[in-house]
């Protein structure tokens, strides 16, 4: 009963490095979602994918890129890693659009620190 | 736009107090709510929801009202206990959009 997969937990990277953020979910949702969480910001979307094969920006999305490999995979890339970028990051799922009383499944977040 | 205002924290209370974390929305439409709760290195979890106005969602022992009139959702509890300390989230969604917003979030700490 896995859910909502994120991999690694903790990252440590240097400024200008890059990286990906592996997410996947084996409950046949069709949305993703990308957040970060940072102190007293509570949750901010990055990027969100509707369904297979689409991607769009959510609130905070520069400086980071998106693939949504198949219906179960949704990635995050940092291309040239920032300190402000420190962070950790949430990917989350919902069965499908159009039914907004379906809840967001989440994973258990990826640490990540920028020196 | 659509927005979540949830109380500040931290909130600290006693074993057996009673609970009250207050949030209010902002919406162009008709949105579900949800409670989430987030405990230490975790991901948030569902705590409850309502999707219509007048509706009540319950799970372990936490309840919270959707009021239209107020837009309000208020999370209680009627006797904390230290397993419930954590952060919790407010959140809506909306039937277009695709999109989840969520307030800042509130910690709670439950000592004994």
């Known amino acids: 009963n896995a859910g909502v997969t994120q991999t690694p937990k903790f990252q440590v990277l240097k400024t200008g490095q890059s990286m990906t953020l592996q997410c996947a979910q084996d409950?046949?949702?069709?949305?993703m979602y990308w957040y970060r969480q940072d102190p007293g910001m509570g949750l901010r979307l990055i990027y969100y994918?509707?369904?297979?094969?689409?991607?769009d920006k959510g609130e905070v999305p520069n400086g980071y890129n998106v693939s949504r490999l198949n219906k179960r995979e949704f990635s995050l890339r940092l291309e040239s890693a920032a300190p402000s970028q420190t962070s950790v990051y949430f990917c989350?799922?919902?069965?499908?659009?159009?039914?907004?009383?379906?809840?967001?499944?989440f994973g258990d977040g990826t640490r990540l620190s920028i020196l | 736009g659509n927005s979540v205002t949830q109380m500040e924290g931290p909130v600290t209370l006693s074993e057996e107090a009673f609970l009250t974390i207050n949030c209010t929305y902002t919406a162009t439409g008709y949105p579900s709510l949800f409670w989430y709760v987030q405990y230490p290195g975790e991901g948030l979890q569902l705590l409850l929801k309502a999707t219509k106005a007048d509706d009540k969602g319950s799970n372990k022992g936490f309840e919270a009202t959707y009021r239209k009139e107020t837009t309000s959702f208020h999370l209680e509890k009627g006797s904390v206990q230290v397993s419930d300390s954590a952060v919790y989230f407010c959140?809506?969604?909306?039937?277009?959009?695709?999109?989840?917003?969520f307030g800042t979030g509130t910690s709670l700490t439950v000592i004994p």
């Open positions: 959140a809506l969604s909306l039937l277009t959009g695709n999109q989840f917003y």
């Open positions: 409950m046949n949702h069709n949305s």
């Open positions: 989350a799922s919902t069965l499908d659009r159009g039914y907004s009383n379906q809840p967001q499944h």
């Open positions: 994918s509707a369904s297979e094969g689409t991607t």
